[in-house]
């Protein structure tokens, strides 16, 4: 238990003002468990309990599927990290941008995809939410405003920015929620595009999810900064950690940095502290982590502490919770069934999608 | 004597040779030191040659190509690993604008000795960004020398004559190939960039591929001989510079050829043979050169998409039948 106070002291230095300044100096960080937690009504916490149940039990039958070689290629699953979603979802608008990287499923049901739609795309079915064109690192949807799905490391950094960009064009007070993880806070785009969101002080919200690893390269191994919000500080840019295993400082932190990018005063960089319970992808066993790490991060997995939560401070009853987990139980087995029945893509697809114009001159011999 | 090899220890054993043999050699790039490589390529070389030799980068394609540039500039002779040449798209600008010019702009002062290696193509269901192969994009740019390997023992030998080359070469592997077996000679040697490789002697018609898709010629050839057709493969081995000797002497032979080619079809390998073909050997053909390449349409992750994409024995045989104007 020694190692998970250690960890949950690491991570819950969550910082509370929006000012630069005040994040530039270590001293002034605050170590403070989260004093200010405001009261959050039943239906949020049930909200977030429902949203990290469904992401750990989707993700629990896609490595069960990827087992059964019902799904191929790369995949790289959620577990551990479901509070982020969680917290984000209640924290923004529906209207609002999102962009991430190939670590995506969550996020994606966070926004309102269905598991329907999102299983049968990782099992490369026609009724998959891009038609089986994706797989798990692409998923899209237009009608959530979800940008995908990007498989290529820090690719969606610059891309999220000008998501951004087209909002505040347009005169909006949408955001940009640009999502990546702490190895791809070592891509030069990052820096490009947070020169020039600050400079153009467009409305986009970075968060790192920084789960500890790129693949299996600790942060300590990628950078002399580790403390991966103060990247923000040489563009002055709003930053700050947060506890990324409790969805309810993700939703604090995320309600602050929407409220200063709305009111026109440009970008906020949120450094999320997670983990990772599987490997890097299905393929990864993982080795260069002790068990011992993994254990203790396990103590505070996120989906468990804010059952107890709930129970505890009887903001819901057991039976309550029960029913909520048996509803999504019930939710990823039509899920799983519905991507199980639905039919393959026509091999024909292989030729739309490719333009918008449709009678585009392919070279086919 | 010749041991049977995988084509990742292959590689292995070049890189490990070339680096004992001269200091000024070193590996770089993502995941190769602590993990072993993504692919396994460079298991075992950090114990041997310690972190300062094997060195683990972060995510930074571009800045890291471009350290090995700066590197080879300045007297070494860097391995540079792309986890896959997918994501060396990235560091396109440091291998197009810098290596492959920095000997002309410096007006024969400065060569960059590097090689860039990784695997190039399609691995399975990968979809769009993972799927890509990169000898055409970077065989059309001077300066630069492209490799694209799949026996082992060429690996091996190319990869060493790589490292040695005083100039910028890319080299191009495969995920799915990594596991693939064959004879590697005992013993030093080294395998000339620029040389293709006839793998099978034929006289009705020339296959020209090269990397994984060298099977499905082969394999199309083994098809077609069942019906009596005898078919001539050549395995280019390099890209840039193109042995279009060895093609054209094939062709005066066999009077007919087809390039299977897992790049899309437009501006590629496959064209540029077909080029080379028409030009010096236009009154020996009977036919005009047919290819079978990857669709001309970006990849999607479904089995089906992928079936669809790729190609295969089947579409091989039917394009050789074609040049040989035999009804299917």
């Not at chain 1, 440009?266 to 254990?295: M, Q």
């Not at chain 1, 893509?345 to 070279?363: G, H």
Request: glycine share 8%; net charge negative.
């Amino acid at each position: 238990m020694d190692l998970t106070t250690d960890i949950l002291d690491s991570i819950v230095t969550t910082n509370a003002g929006p000012s630069s300044e005040q994040q530039s100096s270590d001293s002034k960080k605050s170590k403070s468990k989260a004093k200010s937690k405001e009261k959050f009504d039943k239906a949020m916490y049930l909200n977030w309990f429902e949203t990290m149940f469904r992401i750990r039990k989707f993700e629990e039958k896609t490595l069960e599927a990827y087992g059964n070689q019902k799904i191929r290629g790369f995949c790289h699953v959620y577990i551990g990290q479901e509070a982020i979603a969680a917290g984000m979802l209640s924290a923004l608008r529906t209207d609002d941008a999102v962009v991430t990287a190939y670590r995506q499923h969550g996020i994606a049901l966070s926004r309102g995809m269905s598991s329907k739609e999102c299983m049968a795309e990782l099992y490369g079915k026609a009724t998959g939410c891009v038609k089986g064109k994706g797989g798990s690192m692409h998923f899209f949807s237009a009608e959530h405003r979800f940008f995908g799905g990007n498989g290529i490391v820090g690719a969606q950094i610059p891309i999220g920015t000008g998501i951004a960009f087209a909002e505040k064009y347009r005169g909006t007070d949408k955001l940009c929620v640009t999502m990546f993880g702490d190895g791809a806070a070592r891509q030069g785009a990052l820096y490009e595009a947070y020169n020039m969101a600050m400079t153009w002080k467009l409305p986009v919200l970075y968060i790192v999810e920084n789960n500890g690893y790129a693949m299996g390269t600790s942060v300590e191994r990628t950078s002399n900064v580790v403390d991966m919000y103060k990247i923000g500080s040489s563009f002055d840019m709003p930053s700050e950690a947060v506890n990324g295993m409790d969805p309810q400082s993700v939703h604090e932190a995320i309600a602050r940095a929407a409220e200063h990018i709305r009111a026109g005063k440009g970008p906020y960089f949120l450094e999320i502290k997670t983990y990772r319970y599987k490997g890097h992808s299905v393929s990864d066993p993982g080795n260069y982590r002790s068990k011992e790490e993994v254990k203790a991060y396990m103590e505070i997995d996120p989906v468990k502490v804010i059952e107890k939560r709930i129970i505890e401070q009887k903001i819901a009853s057991e039976t309550e919770i029960e029913e909520l987990k048996d509803k999504i139980k019930l939710e990823m087995d039509e899920a799983v069934a519905f991507a199980e029945s639905s039919p393959l893509p026509d091999a024909s697809w292989l030729y739309t999608d490719n333009y918008v114009q449709e009678d585009y001159p392919y070279m086919k011999d | 004597m010749a041991r049977i090899l995988k084509l990742r220890d292959a590689l292995k054993e070049a890189m490990i040779e070339e680096m004992r043999r001269d200091a000024s050699v070193f590996l770089m790039g993502e995941e190769v030191a602590q993990y072993d490589g993504a692919y396994k390529v460079s298991k075992g070389m950090l114990e041997e040659f310690g972190p300062m030799r094997v060195i683990d980068t972060p995510i930074a394609e571009l800045g890291f190509a471009g350290i090995g540039v700066g590197a080879a500039m300045n007297g070494l002779r860097p391995i540079v690993e792309f986890m896959t040449w997918n994501f060396a798209v990235l560091a396109f600008d440091q291998i197009v604008n810098n290596a492959a010019k920095t000997l002309s702009q410096s007006a024969g002062q400065f060569n960059c000795p590097i090689v860039f290696r990784g695997p190039s193509g399609s691995a399975g269901q990968l979809a769009q960004q993972h799927s890509q192969t990169f000898e055409s994009w970077l065989g059309n740019c001077p300066g630069l020398k492209v490799v694209s390997i799949v026996d082992p023992a060429d690996a091996k030998g190319l990869l060493k004559s790589a490292i040695r080359d005083n100039d910028p070469v890319c080299f191009m592997e495969s995920e799915i190939a990594y596991a693939w077996e064959g004879e590697v000679p005992d013993g030093e040697y080294t395998t000339p960039i620029g040389v293709a490789a006839v793998r099978r002697e034929g006289t009705d018609v020339t296959i020209v591929s090269y990397n994984k898709m060298m099977r499905v010629a082969l394999q199309a050839a083994d098809d077609l001989a069942k019906e009596g057709i005898s078919a001539e493969v050549i395995d280019l081995r390099t890209i840039r510079p193109l042995d279009y000797h060895t093609l054209v002497k094939s062709v005066k032979k066999t009077n007919r050829m087809v390039v299977v080619d897992e790049s899309w079809p437009m501006f590629g390998v496959s064209s540029e043979i077909a080029y080379e073909i028409q030009k010096y050997a236009f009154d020996y053909l009977d036919a005009p050169v047919l290819r079978v390449n990857s669709a001309d349409t970006s990849l999607g992750y479904s089995s089906v998409y992928v079936n669809e994409y790729l190609p295969n024995p089947e579409k091989v045989v039917k394009a050789v039948k074609s040049v040989m104007y035999v009804k299917a």
